[in-house]
């Protein structure tokens, strides 16, 4: 079904490049950029945080107990930023012309766009580059003798770089992440009350990382049920919790920053607007108590971890695209080949994802195996 799913995308996916945008999507004018945007890559680079998201526990924090939760959330990561750059060519009017990025004396160093794209490209390099020991490990002993060889011959010199590739596995993502945040605040006033402040860039990162916590526990969730391991529960609770914090920190922050500015009236208007953001800040707020419930079942940290994550791909969705305000007269709802591209790439990433955890070392042992 997955695999059906990719390969009607792809098939959409050339027809886009055969007739343009303007047959294949509803992008206008307006709305120059719509759900390829604002969920292939905006939301989809969030739930793909999850690598980051460890990196900080594990590498910053230096919490080596959640180390096996590392490789299965890079791999996501992986996944989910390939996704994001093939949506961006996609969307992108003239794809063609991206290796002029190659021409760095010609960049235009006052372009956040350009950061972003830079960043996110540079960023998925990095992360394959991160999950090349477990590629290696299983080449090592098997496939034809060259490959062994190789594999041989490149995993010691990986694993001592490794840590200068993590560091920069780090840096790019707090940078675009938040720039994309930024990005919004050049719509100024085109973007409405309840979700415009300066805060944006602080507000982008910290849901990525919130989000990425959740997305990390559930997949080993998921993973648990499908393969029929044991649920790294002892681990997956206090990262919960984690998210949790994060969560409420950037809900109470938020109202206090619209109250500073003078925008409580925004609350009390039930229009399309009040509506969506009393709707992000209940889920958060919801997530975030199912979160730090003192008795846990998988169950219910699971329904919390995926009530975070869908708080923050909404507060993201809205921040660019139902806030986003255009003059007069300009609409916008996705068609069926925008939709069908979306589904498609996301079918694709999992079904490729179950392929990969399947052959090589990703998913870890359980906690008794390890001992």
């Known amino acids: 079904m997955l695999v059906f799913l990719a390969a009607v995308a ?151 770089a490794l840590i200068w590739i993590i560091a920069l596995g780090m840096l790019l993502p707090t940078m675009h992440q938040s720039s994309l945040g930024a990005l919004m605040l050049l719509a100024g006033p085109r973007l409405h009350g309840l979700w415009n402040t300066a805060w944006l860039p602080l507000f982008n990162l910290v849901t990525c990382v919130a989000m990425g916590f959740a997305i990390v526990v559930a997949e080993s969730a998921f993973s648990s049920v499908a393969f029929g391991r044991k649920p790294e529960f002892g681990l997956l609770k206090p990262i919960g919790r984690v998210a949790a914090w994060l969560t409420l920190a950037f809900v109470v922050f938020r109202f206090a920053d619209l109250a500073f500015k003078g925008r409580v009236g925004l609350f009390g208007t039930f229009d399309l607007y009040g509506i969506m953001f009393w709707i992000e800040a209940a889920l958060f707020v919801l997530a975030s108590f199912m979160l730090l419930r003192r008795k846990q079942s998988l169950g219910s940290l699971l329904r919390g971890a995926m009530l975070v994550a869908i708080a923050g791909g909404l507060y993201r969705f809205d921040t660019f695209l139902v806030a986003f305000q255009p003059e007069r007269g300009w609409h916008y709802f996705p068609s069926v080949t925008e939709q069908l591209i979306t589904l498609g790439l996301v079918a694709g990433e999992l079904a490729v994802y179950g392929a990969v955890v399947k052959y090589f070392p990703i998913l870890s042992g359980t906690e008794g195996e390890r001992a």
């Open 10 to 160: 792809v098939a959409l996916i050339a027809w886009r490049f055969t007739v343009g945008l303007g047959r294949s999507t509803a992008l206008s004018d307006g709305y120059p950029w719509g759900i390829w945007i604002a969920f292939d890559v905006v939301t989809g680079t969030a739930f793909a945080c999850g690598g980051y998201a460890m990196a900080f526990l594990v590498y910053i924090f230096n919490k080596g107990k959640y180390h096996p939760l590392v490789r299965p959330a890079v791999l996501t990561s992986a996944l989910g930023y390939s996704i994001a750059g093939l949506s961006v060519m996609i969307d992108v009017g003239r794809p063609w012309a991206a290796w002029r990025l190659a021409k760095v004396w010609t960049w235009n160093l006052n372009s956040v766009l350009l950061e972003v794209a830079v960043c996110i490209m540079a960023y998925t390099v990095v992360l394959w580059i991160e999950l090349a020991p477990a590629f290696l490990a299983k080449f090592k002993t098997t496939g034809p003798a060259k490959v062994q060889s190789f594999a041989r011959a490149t995993l010691p010199f990986l694993e001592k």
